[in-house]
């Protein structure tokens, strides 16, 4: 046999009253209700202006994955290490080259001694 607390447990609430009864149960209901519609306004605010800042930075990061595709292209196009060294090498060669022979040509035609 159930006991009588098990019985109590299992019977519903009784319904709210509508309001305008006049108890102050029915003004803190209400109070309460008009709080959460200012919250739930304020949430909608934020959302609305999350939504305006998320599209700016998804603008903002398109032109960042430009920004840097220009950039890779731009350096993929610059001469290496080895091709500059190359060409400090050459020059040097071609320097040591011309300066021989003008010491030789300077000797040829009798300018510099033997």
């Not at 006991?3 to 609430?13: K, L, N, V, Y």
């Not at 994955?65 to 060409?87: F, N, Q």
Request: glycine share 8%; aromatic share 4%; hydrophobic share 40%.
């Amino acid at each position: 046999m159930p006991d009588e607390s098990s019985q109590q447990a299992a019977r519903p609430a009784p319904p709210l009253q509508p309001p305008g009864s006049g108890s102050t149960f029915d003004a803190m209901i209400e109070a309460r209700v008009a709080r959460l519609e200012a919250d739930v306004a304020h949430i909608r605010s934020d959302i609305t202006e999350m939504k305006s800042v998320i599209k700016d930075a998804g603008r903002d990061l398109s032109d960042l994955k430009v920004g840097h595709a220009t950039v890779v292209e731009r350096i993929a196009h610059l001469p290496s290490k080895g091709y500059i060294g190359w060409w400090i090498s050459g020059g040097l060669a071609v320097t040591v080259a011309v300066l021989t022979i003008m010491s030789r040509l300077g000797w040829l035609v009798g300018t510099t001694p033997k």
